[in-house]
């Protein structure tokens, strides 16, 4: 019997109530911010390699926008569905508001396997999908980035694609570029980098070194990998690391650099040495460790594993990997959780970083870039860190509590039109 799918709508819309209790809201205010603003579905055509024709379905959800333009990546997955946009489109919103960025949320993705795709399909898909939303894009209403499956290159794609529309260039509509078309430096290892700076700051907090820490990591991408091997140069032990197929793992510690060439020559992790196990992306969660990054997908962490995980700290790379049932085995059993619109908050702040840089023409350098990030990421977790000691609240609730409390007010000074 297939287990019955998590709607991550409905638990992004749960964490809104739990946070509304510590928040003196109207109800028809909660309602705005339950709810998103504006939604695009669209069903386009693409043709093959082999000649065939292929229909892709397409989303673009803008959730809100009274701090700024809507900002939000573009995942490609055989997944994708409108409640799952939904949710990452108002998890962006917060995270804009908890790193206090002048950015509202957005999120958009097509139902596909890229994995399945030549790169010529995977372009066509990226140019028609963009022609198809092009009425919600533009560097002062909604810019996109990279997310699951997406890269620089189809970051490239979609700046060249709305550049050919408007009849002139402009960078400024898309972030994670590459550095050649006005993207930022530091911005591919931002993700990543983010979730170091909060994992530190909270080991800081438990009074423990990153010095021979055991890190497990589900994920080797963009934000897995990166976090890896930063980790790594810190002088943490990176026991285990998986991709969506399985992974490795080693209480000694992984070479980490071998195993991670490994996967990137034979498309999966290869055990070369005895003293490495194969290990599934379930098993992994559950391993004895210091630091925990699900830097996967949503709703990993769910109330049926919960009470067998045996991290002393969860730092989330993922949007979502955790529900609000798991928080509550989690907060009980004394995990310390630096929740996800914190933690991977690293990537919309340097994107924040390359659209200012676009719009304005400059050209920061990567120290400058990763001395802004790091300054941000230790301030925001910090603030969040206050409202959870004042209010006694976990670090989650107290996030949400900061972002939603933000992006409130803002709603309150702009009012209603008309």
């Known amino acids: 019997m297939k287990e019955e799918k998590i709607n991550p709508f409905e638990m992004a819309r749960k964490q809104i109530d739990i946070a509304a209790k510590y928040l003196d809201l109207e109800p028809g205010l909660i309602g705005k911010l339950r709810n998103t603003k504006r939604e695009l579905t669209v069903h386009f055509p693409i043709k093959?390699?082999?000649?065939?024709?292929?229909?892709?379905?397409?989303?673009?959800?803008?959730?809100?926008?009274?701090?700024?333009?809507?900002?939000?990546?573009?995942?490609?997955?055989?997944?994708?569905?409108?409640?799952?946009?939904?949710?990452?489109?108002?998890?962006?919103?917060?995270?804009?508001?908890?790193?206090?960025?002048?950015?509202?949320?957005?999120?958009?993705?097509?139902?596909?396997?890229?994995?399945?795709?030549?790169?010529?399909?995977?372009?066509?898909?990226?140019?028609?999908?963009?022609?198809?939303?092009?009425?919600?894009?533009?560097?002062?209403?909604?810019?996109?980035?990279?997310?699951?499956?997406t890269n620089p290159q189809v970051m490239a794609w979609i700046m060249d694609t709305f550049s050919i529309l408007k009849g002139y260039s402009v960078p400024g509509v898309v972030t994670g570029k590459p550095v050649e078309l006005g993207g930022s430096l530091g911005r591919f290892e931002a993700t990543g980098r983010g979730v170091v700076i909060t994992s530190?700051?909270?080991l800081k907090l438990l009074k423990k070194s990153i010095e021979g820490a055991r890190v497990v990591i589900q994920g080797c991408g963009n934000v897995g990998g990166v976090a890896a091997r930063h980790?790594?140069?810190?002088?943490?032990?990176?026991?285990?690391?998986?991709?969506?197929?399985?992974g490795l793992y080693s209480e000694k510690g992984l070479d980490l650099e071998r195993v991670l060439d490994c996967r990137v020559k034979y498309k999966c992790f290869v055990s070369e040495k005895k003293e490495d196990t194969e290990i599934t992306n379930q098993e992994l969660l559950e391993l004895d460790c210091d630091i925990l990054v699900p830097a996967a997908?949503?709703?990993?962490?769910?109330?049926?594993?919960?009470?067998?995980?045996?991290?002393?700290?969860?730092?989330e790379g993922a949007n979502g990997p955790t529900t609000p049932e798991a928080d509550e085995i989690l907060n009980?059993?004394?995990?310390?959780?630096?929740?996800?619109?914190?933690?991977?908050?690293?990537?919309?702040?340097?994107?924040?970083?390359?659209?200012?840089?676009?719009?304005?023409?400059?050209?920061?350098?990567?120290?400058?870039?990763?001395?802004?990030?790091?300054?941000?990421?230790?301030?925001?977790?910090?603030?969040?860190?206050?409202i959870s000691l004042v209010k006694k609240i976990p670090m989650r609730t107290a996030a949400l509590v900061l972002g939603i409390g933000r992006v409130a007010e803002a709603t309150k000074l702009r009012g209603i039109y008309p």
């Open 200 to 202: 530190l700051e909270a």
């Open 231 to 246: 980790f790594s140069l810190l002088g943490a032990k990176v026991i285990a690391i998986s991709d969506s197929k399985g």
């Open 297 to 315: 997908l949503e709703n990993q962490i769910t109330e049926k594993n919960a009470s067998r995980i045996k991290a002393k700290i969860i730092a």
């Open 48 to 149: 093959m390699d082999d000649g065939t024709v292929k229909i892709f379905t397409g989303y673009r959800i803008q959730h809100n926008i009274t701090r700024g333009p809507a900002k939000g990546g573009i995942r490609y997955h055989p997944d994708v569905d409108i409640d799952e946009v939904r949710a990452l489109a108002m998890w962006m919103t917060w995270k804009s508001a908890v790193v206090n960025i002048p950015f509202g949320g957005a999120k958009g993705g097509i139902q596909c396997n890229p994995k399945e795709m030549s790169l010529s399909e995977i372009e066509h898909m990226t140019r028609r999908f963009i022609w198809e939303i092009s009425i919600m894009l533009g560097p002062e209403q909604d810019i996109p980035a990279p997310d699951v499956n």
């Open 332 to 386: 009980d059993k004394g995990v310390f959780v630096v929740p996800d619109i914190l933690a991977n908050a690293g990537g919309v702040t340097v994107s924040y970083f390359e659209w200012v840089q676009n719009l304005q023409e400059l050209i920061w350098s990567e120290e400058e870039v990763l001395d802004r990030l790091t300054r941000i990421m230790q301030r925001s977790f910090k603030e969040v860190l206050d």
